[in-house]
């Protein structure tokens, strides 16, 4: 039969999708941890011009961005502080 559809495949049902508070307090959970990474960092890390960016991302940035964008903003920080952390662990 030409319009029949095939029948369906035995993949494993779609997992459900989080909804919005859960995804809000995931990605807040995220932000406190990065956050807490960022100031162990301590005094000499303070002084580099990348720990007042990573920090606006994850304070002013993340708070003004939608939701589905914070967690690009995460994402983009937690690279700024890996880079600093190679930065203070190589000086």
Known sequence: MPNRRPPASDKSAPRPRANFRQRYDDLEQR??????????????????????????????????????QRLAVLQAAAWLIDVLEKLISSS
């Not at 990474?37 to 939608?66: C, I, M, P, V, W």
Request: proline share 0%; charged share 30%; glycine share 6%.
């Open 31 to 68: 932000r406190t941890a990065l956050v807490e990474r960022l100031t162990a960092l301590g005094e000499k890390a303070r002084r580099q011009a990348g720990y007042r960016h990573a920090l606006k991302l994850l304070n002013d940035t993340f708070r003004k961005s939608s939701l589905a």
